[in-house]
């Protein structure tokens, strides 16, 4: 399974890059903002900047709306750099657009995929990745992962290749979650990627483990 991180913010981005487990990177305009990247110039050096920290795989979302204006501006984004994957939302415009994208070799990500019909047609579109937000479908009462589960049978039905990103996570369980299900690739923040470090009996284990030597050295 891939890992991604979900955040715009570069400390965060080489902290998980540097922890040697990245995969890649997913932003969107609501991450970016948080940053406080605005402005066609700012946005297009920030993207810049996190394709020199990480090997592969930055998703980079088109603010556009309408088929031609996708068109454009997710050709601009793709010859930002080679690792750039045009992140087009789940509208009408959007699968034309990434079918366009998919028959130019420009990868792509369907974002803001909410049921598996629409990961279906993002699939036949041929999206490298779509993104299902489970997180956002726990926050009402739905059940985010049982959308990964359904999108893995009808991908893994018809040979597929579009990537699952579970996207939308909110901490280490869900991670685990999408392992066991076969997700292709997890999209999360930080807290949630570190947070797989951690056991109390990892601590405690060590604690002895370390005290114990220093006694038997005489330390
Ligand atoms: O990047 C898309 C997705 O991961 C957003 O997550 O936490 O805003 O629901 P969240």
Do not use: W
């Not at 792509?108 to 049921?115: A, D, G, M, Q, V």
């Not at 990537?163 to 997890?186: E, F, M, T």
């Amino acid at each position: 399974m891939k890992f991604f991180i979900d955040t715009a913010n570069l400390d965060q981005i080489k902290e998980a890059q540097d922890l040697g487990i990245l995969d890649g990177v997913t932003t969107n305009p609501s991450l970016m903002a948080k940053e406080g990247i605005t402005g066609e110039a700012n946005v297009t050096a920030h993207y810049k900047a996190i394709c020199d920290i990480v090997d592969d795989n930055v998703s980079a979302e088109v603010i556009a709306t309408t088929y031609d204006e996708i068109i454009a501006e997710g050709k601009a984004l793709a010859a930002l750099n080679p690792k750039i994957v045009v992140k087009v939302p789940m509208i009408k415009d959007g699968i034309k657009a990434i079918k366009y994208f998919t028959d130019n070799g420009i990868k792509t990500n369907c974002t803001l995929i909410f049921s598996a019909g629409q990961a279906l047609l993002a699939a036949k579109a041929g999206a490298t990745y779509v993104s299902p937000f489970l997180g956002r479908l726990d926050d009402i009462s739905t059940d985010g992962l049982a959308l990964i589960e359904d999108i893995r049978l009808i991908f893994d039905n018809y040979g597929y290749p579009t990537q699952i990103l579970a996207a939308s996570i909110r901490g280490p369980l869900h991670i685990v979650a999408c392992a066991k299900l076969g997700a292709d690739v997890i999209t999360a923040p930080l807290s949630a990627i570190t947070a797989l470090l951690k056991h109390p009996l990892t601590d405690s284990g060590l604690a002895t483990f370390l005290a114990d030597h220093a006694k038997a050295s005489g330390k």
